[in-house]
Structures are given as structure tokens and as C-alpha cells.
């Protein structure tokens, strides 16, 4: 089959399914999406809230009156219990069945069964002692973490696999003793670095690998005792680094401007990707045969349009964010790993084969259009039926489906094939992940159909203003983990700020330990800062910059052609593997 160029419905922009895609199309019995890429990725994202959490009641029986934590907000019409109640044998999924209505849509009718069937307040698999985590699997002593992968002893992160004792990251691995890092991985004692691997007891470095004791550097390969690139003794490396106040608020701030700046004359490469064959991408670890996916640490094989997932994922198309775990063949999922296969149009569906159009499902096989089921086989609608008779109700029903779709608020129609549409989603789109990557304005989003939550009412009583913390960690004892301080954010307005934050023992101890300085801005704040050090999820076809001579294409330009994540209208230097490797000490 021919590549074919198609217009997305939703954004009216052209996108091209090549000869590939429709052979994996094939594979997966689905027809091709109608949405391009972008649009695909930012419904999935839709249904899926790693970061906000709520106060709602608890409506598990026996429980009036209770209130739990929950991912859910409080002004949707849903049914939610305690995590505990809900893992528990005191009911069962399957009571809340129905028929299904051929004079009716499919996606309607699915919205009726999501409200009436009790959901989990959050996810949290084998965890232990994790507290307000979200998405987290085999997680211990944890706070406030999200979309965790077995990390230990670990605050306010996002994305992050197998870290211990670390604070402030996102989509890190193997960190310990680390602080406010973006793509960082293996290293103990990084503070403040990005794109660094295997370093220790550094500060402030920029694509570094194998270095310690260095600070303030960029593109360093088995370094040590390094300034601002500028190679030092170990003594004069020790009595400079003396004469700066790591612990100071202030110096901290204005080291993390000169970064700013600093790092704009290191020379990128076109990807971040590491011991990867036939990629495109970025940010993508030990992977074969992957194409315009990012964020994945490992173990991935033949697929594409995905995004952070855990480790070990193949013959997969538009997954994540959250999927892996040992899968295969899933499409259009989210949260949708750990051993399952032939699995589409997901969330939340573990340890599961055959699996549609359903969420919060685990350990099923042959279900469609399902809602909180554990242990279950050839349900449709949460109702059970014989195999014989699951295979011909599925095969009308598919065919109702493009018969009767579903339009949603813009005119986009959903016949079988489309994911789940946003307006549906159970959660506030300024609560789902898509506000971070997909930024929308309440207007915004309330034209387009989706559901938006207003600020609640958190009745903080401010005791202290950020500003008003001594700049030194030395001057601050424990008596500041009884204050409520004003995020230095909190007049801006900014969708994510929560306007107030309160520091616990853990974290305070850490910042002692460390010699940190206290943060001035709440956790909403600081991850959303954290993001905006990434690169977008996108990919532009540029020409490497590079002009020197002594490089290996010698006179004239470099003719090496990539995919990049660095738009062509950004400021950096981005150079092929080739030139890259050839500036890097």
C-alpha cells in the first residue's frame, strides 16, 4: 500500500501514514486514525492526571461523611472509592453492567457506564508507605511523586524510574541524593543539571557524562574538577568552590540565570538518544526500530508516536504517556502496560490481552467498552457474556459504531478506531497532563467542550512570605515546618500555581543534609519550570550546522541530514553525531 496524505480532522492540518503504519493498522484489525499525530497524543494526555489532586467524598459504603484524596474533582458526577475499599472483595464491577443500546452511540453510552461505576481515588500498585502519589508502581517512602517507576525516599518528582533520595526531578533514572535535574540518569549528588549521566558531586552541568566534582560545564566526558569548562587541580577546584554559598537562596538564583545563558553556547547534538539503532526521537535510551517517540528508557522495539513509558515496550503505535512494562502490540493507550498485548483505545488497563475501549482495568482479556474490572473475560459493558456470544455482540457492535458515531462539541466524529474523546474524560483538562504540553486557556477550553475546574477555595492562611525565608539554609531551623508559605508565583495568575506550600520533615531534612536552599515557589510551580527545560514532543527535518574544517565532512558545510527536536527557528547550535562528537571534551 501506497503512503497516503490525509488532513486531521481536528486541527485541519495534513499528516502522512506511510506504508508501515498501515501494515501495523492491519496487524491491530483498526482502521487509520483520522487525527494527526499531535492531535492523537494531546486526547490521550486528555485522559490521564499524574499531578492534581483533590478532596472529594468517599462514596466506598460505610464511608458517609468520609473525604479521600482523590484524581478525580469534586464537581464531576463520578463514583469514588478509597483505594482500599475499591481492591477489595466487598463489591464487584460487574453490578454496575448494562446493555448495550444500538439505538444509542457507543462513546455516549460508555460516559453513563464511567459515571456510574466506582472508581480507584488514584494509582498506586505495590506500593508502600507512598503518600498523595499518582500512577506510581512499586514505590516506597514517597511524596507527592507521579508517574514513578520503582523509585524509594523520593518528593515532588515527575517521571522518574529506580531513584532513591531524590527531590524536584523530571524523567530521571537511577538518581540518588540528586536535586532539580531534568534528563538526568545514574549519578549521585547532580543538583541543578540536564542531559547528565554518571556524575558525581556536580552542580550546574549541561550533557555531561562520567564527570565529578565539576560545576557549571557543558559537554564534558570523564571529567574532573571542572569550571565553566575550564579544566582545575583539585585544590584550586576545592577553595573556589568554597568561596561560592551552594546553600544561599540568592546565590543559587543568580546561578541559575548565568546557566541560563551559559549553556547556550554548548553545541547540541540533533538527538539525546543513547545506544539506539534506527531511531527518531528524543530522549530515548537502548530502543531498536523507533520512530518520533520520546522520553522512553529502555527496552523499546518497533514503534512509534510514543511517549515516557516503562521499560520494555514493542510493535506498538501511539502509547503513553505510561506504557511498556513488558508489552506488546497496544495502540492508542494510555497508562497501558506491564504485560499486556493486543490491548487499544486504553487507560489504565494492566496485565491484560484483547482488551478495548475500556479503563481501570487489570488482569482481563476479551472485554470491550469496560470500567473497573479485575479478572474478567468476555464482558461487554461490564456484562458477562459466552465467547461464542462476545464475538458476535462485538462484531455488531463495531459495525454499529461506524454506523452511529459519536460527534463531539467541534464536529469531530468517533467511529471505532478514534480513542476516547476529551469532552468525556473524567478529569478537569487544566488537571490532566494535557495542560502541561498542550497548554489551554479556561475560554479555550470550555469552546472546545472540555470540562475546566475553577480554583477551589483552599482557605490557606498565609504565614510567611517566601520572600521573607533567610536566604541561607543555615539560618532556618525546624520551626519553618510549621509556617504556610506564599509561593513567590502567587500573584501571577499562572494556571499551575496553588498560591501556598508547606515543607514536611523529609524534605526539610534533605535540604539540611544537602545544604540546599529553601525553594521559593510551590511544587506546581517548580515542575512546571522543570518542563519548560525540555524540548517540545515534536520533530522538524533540519541540515547539521556545523562548517569547521577539521570536522570529518571537511570544507564547506556539513551535508548530514536529521530529525530534530530543535525547531529551526531556535538559536542553538545543532550539529550530527559525527560533529557532535568531535566537540565534546
Known amino acids: ?92 464491577a460487574m453490578d454496575y453492567g448494562i446493555d448495550y443500546d ?7 453510552q460508555f460516559n453513563i457506564l464511567l459515571k456510574s461505576t466506582p472508581l480507584i481515588s488514584f494509582f498506586d500498585s505495590k506500593g508502600v508507605n507512598n503518600r498523595y502519589c499518582n500512577y506510581i508502581t512499586e514505590g516506597k517512602n514517597n511524596y507527592m511523586l507521579s508517574a514513578i517507576w520503582s523509585c524509594e525516599d523520593c518528593l515532588y518528582s515527575n517521571r522518574n524510574s529506580f531513584c532513591k533520595n531524590c527531590v524536584d526531578q523530571y524523567v530521571c533514572h537511577k ?58 587541580t583539585k585544590e584550586e577546584y576545592k577553595e573556589k568552590m568554597s568561596k561560592i554559598n551552594l546553600g544561599d537562596y540568592s546565590t543559587i538564583l543568580e546561578l541559575k540565570k548565568y546557566f541560563k545563558e551559559f549553556k547556550k553556547d554548548a553545541i547540541r547534538k540533533y538527538a539525546n538518544n543513547i545506544n539506539c539503532v534506527n531511531v527518531t526521537g528524543d530522549n530515548i535510551e537502548n530502543a531498536k526500530d523507533v520512530k518520533y517517540s520520546f522520553d522512553l528508557p529502555g527496552e523499546y522495539e518497533n514503534v512509534k508516536y510514543c511517549n515516557w513509558g516503562t521499560y520494555g515496550l514493542r510493535d506498538s503505535y501511539d502509547t503513553g504517556p505510561g506504557t511498556g512494562g513488558k508489552s506488546e502490540l497496544t495502540y492508542e493507550a494510555v497508562s497501558t502496560g506491564v504485560a499486556d498485548s493486543n490491548c487499544a483505545f486504553t487507560t489504565v488497563v494492566w496485565n491484560s490481552r484483547n482488551v478495548q475501549y475500556s479503563f481501570n482495568c487489570y488482569s482481563c482479556n476479551d472485554c470491550f467498552g469496560c470500567v473497573s ?13 459466552t465467547k461464542e456470544e462476545y464475538i458476535e455482540l462485538l462484531d455488531k457492535l463495531k459495525k454499529h459504531m461506524d454506523n452511529m458515531p459519536y460527534m463531539d462539541k467541534a464536529g469531530n466524529i468517533y467511529k471505532y478506531g478514534e480513542f476516547f474523546p476529551i469532552e468525556i474524560s473524567p478529569y478537569a483538562y487544566n488537571g490532566s497532563t494535557a495542560q502541561d504540553y498542550f497548554t489551554l486557556t479556561k475560554r479555550q477550553s470550555e469552546d472546545l467542550g472540555y470540562f475546566w475546574q475553577d480554583d477551589l477555595d483552599r482557605n490557606y492562611l498565609i504565614s510567611i512570605k517566601s520572600n521573607d525565608l533567610p536566604n541561607n539554609i543555615n539560618d532556618i531551623n525546624s520551626s519553618l515546618l510549621q509556617e504556610t508559605i506564599e509561593c513567590a508565583n502567587a500573584n501571577n495568575n499562572l494556571y499551575c500555581c496553588t498560591k501556598a506550600y508547606k515543607l514536611i520533615p523529609e524534605e526539610f531534612d534533605f535540604y539540611k543534609r544537602m545544604n540546599l536552599p529553601i525553594p521559593r515557589l510551590c511544587p506546581n510551580c517548580r515542575h512546571v519550570e522543570r518542563i519548560s527545560e525540555r524540548n517540545p514532543m515534536k520533530l522538524w527535518h533540519r541540515n547539521c550546522m556545523c562548517d569547521k574544517l577539521n570536522h570529518h565532512h571537511g570544507e564547506g558545510k556539513c551535508d548530514v541530514e536529521f530529525e530534530t527536536s530543535y525547531a529551526p527557528n531556535r538559536p542553538e547550535k545543532v550539529y550530527c553525531e559525527k560533529c557532535y562528537q568531535q566537540e565534546v571534551l
Not at 184 to 213: I, M, P, Q
Not at 373 to 385: A, D, G, T, V, W
Open 1 to 92: 500500500m501506497l503512503e497516503e496524505v490525509k488532513a486531521c480532522q481536528n486541527c485541519h492540518q495534513n499528516f502522512i501514514i506511510l506504508p508501515d503504519d498501515f501494515s501495523f493498522y492491519e496487524k491491530m484489525s483498526v482502521p487509520a486514525p483520522t487525527f494527526c499525530p499531535d492531535c492523537r497524543l494531546q486526547r490521550r494526555l486528555a485522559w490521564r492526571n499524574e499531578r492534581s489532586l483533590f478532596k472529594r467524598a468517599n462514596n466506598a459504603p460505610g464511608s458517609e461523611g468520609s473525604i479521600i484524596i482523590s484524581t478525580y474533582p469534586p464537581s464531576l458526577p463520578l463514583v469514588v472509592y478509597d483505594n482500599e475499599y475499591w481492591w477489595s472483595d466487598s463489591w464487584d
Open 102 to 108: 444500538f439505538s444509542s452511540n457507543f462513546f455516549t
Open 175 to 232: 538518581n540518588e541524593f540528586s536535586y532539580s535535574n531534568v534528563y538526568c540518569g545514574e549519578s549521585n549528588k547532580l543538583f541543578y543539571s540536564e542531559h547528565s549521566y554518571n556524575c558525581v558531586d556536580s552542580y550546574f552541568l549541561y550533557d555531561c557524562r562520567g564527570c565529578t566534582d565539576c560545576f557549571m560545564s557543558y559537554g564534558l566526558r570523564n571529567k574532573s574538577y571542572y569550571i565553566q569548562n575550564v579544566r582545575h
Open 373 to 385: 474490572l479485575r479478572n474478567k473475560s468476555y464482558c461487554i459493558f461490564n456484562k458477562q457474556y
